[in-house]
């Protein structure tokens, strides 16, 4: 028989292992596991291959044109979302990552919070990209694929769609809400941001900018860290898209 005390225990034991709001769900300790998390990113990956494959053969290209790739990141996210309610819908499992609530710290200050940490992070930034990396742009290739896509309303729409909402949301839950957590029970918190900023940096496949990358996940990492909220999390990282792909767009 499960009695109030056996339930506080659960609770406490799954507090100190996430960063996550716990909200009193009978939840496995082992959720998120590592396992199912790197299951979550190979099949990001591999959805966008897909999805933009299947748009090429739609509309008869021969090559990933830059809207193609646009269209094939949306359509993923999508799919990737949805597979990922499917998996989240479970009693608890959204409350653990911090989904249902704004978490231990009010917005307007995790807002403050954010605004320090993600300062830093593009302090770091400058810091690297002129004075160690002179003259290689960090995401250039993005960059590139931005600049080539025809300027018509739909394209507009589907690049703020695809950067400030889409991207925000799927990088939040895969690399903060459920690798982060699934680290953090093995390590301390600060190597679990850590790794979990490594890995996100990694699997964009640019060397040099690795550290700029890992900068701002770490800034993400921190700030959900301390607010325990993965809802707060995605909202600021929408807002920081939005305002850098509107700032990038101006200067362009």
Not at 17 to 34: F, H, I, Q, V
Not at 49 to 56: E, F, P, Q, R, S
Not at 160 to 174: D, G, H, M, N, T
Request: with cysteine.
């Amino acid at each position: 028989m499960v009695g109030p005390s056996t339930f506080s225990g659960i609770a406490m034991d799954n507090t100190q292992r996430t960063d996550g709001a716990y909200a009193g769900s009978l939840e496995s300790p082992n959720y998120p596991g590592l396992w199912p998390t790197a299951g979550f990113i190979l099949l990001y990956f591999v959805l966008q291959a897909v999805c933009t494959g299947l748009i090429m053969a739609a509309t008869g290209t021969s090559s990933a044109m830059p809207v193609v790739i646009i269209f094939g990141l949306i359509a993923a996210a999508i799919v990737q979302l949805f597979l990922m309610w499917l998996y989240l819908r479970k009693p608890g499992r959204m409350a653990i990552l911090g989904l249902n609530s704004f978490g231990k710290v009010p917005l307007r200050q995790a807002t403050a919070l954010a605004v320090v940490v993600i300062m830093a992070a593009m302090a770091f930034n400058y810091i690297y990209a002129t004075y160690i990396i002179p003259g290689v742009g960090m995401q250039e290739e993005m960059a590139k694929i931005l600049a080539s896509i025809p300027r018509t309303p739909l394209n507009i729409a589907a690049i703020f769609f695809a950067i400030a909402i889409a991207a925000p949301i799927v990088e939040e839950l895969l690399f903060r809400g459920m690798l982060q957590n699934a680290i953090a029970k093995y390590v301390p918190f600060w190597a679990a941001i850590l790794l979990s900023s490594f890995l996100f940096a990694v699997v964009h496949l640019q060397l040099y900018a690795i550290p700029g990358l890992m900068s701002l996940s770490i800034a993400f990492g921190y700030l959900y860290h301390r607010t325990g909220s993965l809802r707060t999390n995605i909202i600021l990282h929408m807002a920081n898209n939005a305002f850098a792909l509107v700032v990038s767009q101006i200067l362009t």
